[in-house]
């Protein structure tokens, strides 16, 4: 079971997103809040899962509450709730420490899934999505591509197929390892890197010119 709070400042998106959610045997709904202050009151108290984050709300956005979740020891991911037209917005949320987003349009199964998938670290969302979003707005390294010193030269290696968007699968079968040898690396890179998830590896293989936009490793 994996547990779950949503936050928006519109109760009708709450009402909508619960509705959905209750009916999905694997997510418990267990709190609702309608700004980011709340938020992290609610997450400090119910230790969810997963935080399902609007972006724009009053008091305190989706962006700062999610930065300050991620610097706690919840452990709760942050899957943002978008629309259309908040590029901007998406990027400086996962910089922040989100691990995903979603468009609030999405549909139930979509939905369940992502959740379910956060919540196991799994690479939720569309990679090839967030690839473009940060080529569109990462155009030099922002990041000491020194910090990427501890890496191995295969871990370097499945990193770049990672910032690419590639899935352990499909990097396996492009340098002719198993799946579960890439998931080993994998852990290992997050672990040497500080880095929470896959999602937050596919910034920082951006912000540190390990692949730049244009020129994707």
């Known amino acids: 079971m994996t547990s779950v709070v949503i ?6 998106v709450r009402a909508g997103l619960r509705m959905i959610l209750d009916q999905a045997p694997q997510v418990e709904v267990v709190g609702e809040a309608a700004d980011g202050r709340q938020a992290l009151d609610l997450v400090a ?9 609007d972006i724009r709300m009053p ?42 987003f979603l468009l609030k349009e999405v549909d139930p199964p979509d939905l369940v899934h992502a959740i379910t998938g956060v919540a196991r670290g799994d690479a939720l969302l569309a990679p090839t999505i967030v690839r ?3 080529e569109r707005f990462t155009a030099a390294p922002t990041r000491d591509p020194a910090l990427l ?4 030269a295969r871990e370097r290696e499945i990193l770049i197929q990672l910032t690419r968007g590639l ?9 002719f390892i198993s799946p579960a040898t890439v998931k080993t690396h994998v852990t290992r890179i ?6 929470r998830d896959r999602t937050q590896a596919v910034v920082f293989g951006y912000e540190t010119g390990l692949v730049t936009p244009g020129h994707p490793g």
Do not use: C, H, W, Y
């Open 7 to 12: 936050i928006d400042d519109q109760s009708l």
């Open 132 to 134: 473009r979003l940060i």
């Open 59 to 100: 008091v305190m956005d989706g962006i700062e509450a999610t930065r300050r979740i991620a610097g706690t020891d919840a452990g709760t991911r942050v899957l943002m709730l978008t629309t259309f037209g908040e590029d901007r917005q998406v990027v400086d949320a996962l910089r922040a420490g989100a691990s995903g």
């Open 149 to 152: 010193a501890p890496l191995t």
């Open 167 to 175: 899935s352990n699968d499909e990097i396996a079968a492009k340098l």
């Open 190 to 195: 997050l672990t040497k890197l500080g880095l």
């Open 45 to 53: 108290r119910a230790r969810p899962d997963v935080a399902l984050m």
